[in-house]
T-cell receptor
Framework: GDSVTQMEGPVTLSEEAFLTINCTYT??????LFWYVQYPGEGLQLLLK?????DKGSNKGFEATYRKETTSFHLEKGSVQVSDSAVYFC????????????FGQGTRLTINP | NAGVMQNPRHLVRRRGQEARLRCSPM?????VYWYRQLPEEGLKFMVY????????ESGMPKERFSAEFPKEGPSILRIQQVVRGDSAAYFC?????????????FGPGTRLTVT
């Protein structure tokens, strides 16, 4: 079955550092890929998405590129802020029908001032 | 436009009791998903419903768990005879016509504690 693997956390960085959170997937066909963010005590918010190979999703300074050859969708940001502290989830789904999301285990990110 | 609403936000039940979790989707959304998040784990799909229909329940435990999304009112996730292993955060998500968009909008979750 489909699965998503994220780099283990927690990740702690200083403000303005460069961020990479690795995500790889196993899936049949051509899934769509997502990054969700969860702030403390809240539900998940869609951060960015990519629906086909070589697409780049971007939002709020975060970027991720859909790499079919390496089955990866790594999240990057050039300069993190304290407000980026949250848990980040990589996920996939298949277009059409029941679009259930398959999530990775999440990576907790803490940014220190 | 109000977001996805879930209540209660926190629920404490003793072993053997029933837990009812409610989810009101965003206005205009007719598709509802339930996910469970165990401590320090990612979210796991449980069930996908449209109004009055269960479309995919492949992630639901075979016993004690049920879900409905009636024509009127919120979607309900029901857990009978709860056990300690049911302690988790339960998230509901909704979406409009799934042929038009990928995005699922998540509620704040219900944190169930079984004592």
């Amino acid at each position: 079955g489909d699965s998503v693997t994220q780099m283990e956390g927690p990740v702690t960085l200083s403000e303005e550092a460069f961020l990479t959170i690795n995500c790889t997937y196993t899936a049949t066909g051509y899934p769509s890929l997502f990054w969700y963010v969860q702030y403390p005590g809240e539900g998940l918010q869609l951060l960015l998405k990519a629906t086909k190979a070589d697409d780049k999703g971007s939002n709020k300074g975060f970027e991720a590129t859909y790499r079919k050859e390496t089955t990866s969708f790594h999240l990057e940001k050039g300069s993190v802020q304290v407000s980026d502290s949250a848990v980040y989830f990589c996920a996939l789904s298949h277009w059409g029908g029941a679009q259930k999301l398959v999530f990775g285990q999440g990576t907790r990110l803490t940014i220190n001032p | 436009n109000a977001g996805v609403m879930q209540n209660p936000r926190h629920l404490v039940r003793r072993r053997g009791q029933e837990a009812r979790l409610r989810c009101s989707p965003m206005k205009g959304h007719s598709h509802v998903y339930w996910y469970r998040q165990l401590p320090e784990e990612g979210l796991k799909f449980m069930v996908y419903l449209q109004k009055e229909n269960i479309i995919d329940e492949s992630g639901m435990p075979k016993e004690r768990f049920s879900a409905e999304f009636p024509k009127e009112g919120p979607s309900i996730l029901r857990i009978q005879q709860v056990v300690r292993g049911d302690s988790a955060a339960y998230f509901c998500a909704s979406s409009p016509d799934t042929t038009l968009t990928y995005e699922q909008y998540f509620g704040p979750g219900t944190r169930l504690t079984v004592t």
